[in-house]
């Protein structure tokens, strides 16, 4: 099991809201995971991806990002095809999944009321985010959704406070060179935007054929 502890707190309570949400839902759940999700994956990666926040009866029950949760067989089947995982699906925290030169984590690592972080929870838990960019020393990093595009770019311009962040606008499958590193975007692999078709498998694994061209 990959599990690193260096951007890690299982006993972080900054959010009070997220906390004493947590707090109910173990109530609720003995059996999740119910604290924050470590990031999965290798200490060092060329690829990082960043989601929004854990699922309830996802990633927040098993403790492994996107595993369990209704989108994980797009990204882990997806990370699989391109290499970057051992296999298509990941089940449970105790499986034998591996990710492969690349590293999943959340913008926000405790489980959010209705799946929405607030503008300050995402800027608490950049600490997390922005020490794992700097461990992790990624070349490329893919943004699942906006709200991660928008908390990676700030961890960024806390590195180098001459980015101006209106140059990197979120749209799907943009390239954005920032800093040194590669950032691409994709829509978030939720259920709502793969039922509307907003985002189609097809246009995920694009996503990805793009990070093949740089990794
Ligand atoms: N599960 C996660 O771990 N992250 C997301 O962004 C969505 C579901």
């Known amino acids: 099991m990959q599990l690193d502890c260096s951007a890690y707190d299982p006993n972080c309570r900054d959010c009070s809201r997220l906390a004493e949400f947590l707090d109910q839902v173990r109530h609720q759940y003995p059996a999740y995971f119910c604290k924050p999700v470590p990031p999965f994956g290798p200490e060092r990666a060329t690829l990082l991806v960043v989601g929004?926040?854990?699922?309830?009866?996802?990633?927040?029950?098993?403790?492994?990002?996107?595993?369990?949760?209704?989108?994980?067989?797009?990204?882990?089947?997806?990370?699989?095809?391109?290499?970057?995982?051992?296999?298509?699906?990941?089940?449970?925290?105790?499986?034998?999944?591996?990710?492969?030169?690349?590293?999943?984590?959340?913008?926000?690592?405790?489980?959010?009321?209705?799946?929405?972080?607030?503008p300050a929870e995402i800027k608490t838990c950049s600490k997390y985010l922005a020490q794992e960019i700097n461990s992790?020393?990624?070349k490329v990093i893919v943004c699942l959704g906006a709200v991660a595009h928008d908390a990676v770019l700030s961890c960024l311009v806390g590195i180098d406070r001459?980015?101006?962040?209106?140059?990197?606008?979120?749209?799907?499958a943009a390239v954005h060179d920032v800093a040194g590193i590669r950032l691409i975007d994709s829509y978030h692999p939720s259920r709502y935007n793969t039922n509307t078709g907003r985002l189609t498998p097809e246009m995920f694994s694009a996503v990805f054929a793009l990070v093949r061209r740089y990794v």
């Open 162 to 172: 001459s980015i101006k962040r209106s140059a990197y606008r979120f749209s799907h």
């Open 52 to 118: 929004l926040a854990p699922g309830m009866h996802g990633a927040n029950a098993s403790g492994r990002p996107f595993t369990g949760d209704w989108c994980s067989d797009l990204l882990y089947g997806t990370l699989y095809t391109y290499g970057f995982a051992k296999n298509p699906r990941s089940l449970s925290r105790d499986d034998d999944q591996a990710l492969i030169d690349c590293r999943l984590t959340n913008a926000v690592k405790c489980l959010p009321p209705q799946n929405k972080p607030t």
């Open 136 to 138: 992790i020393q990624p």
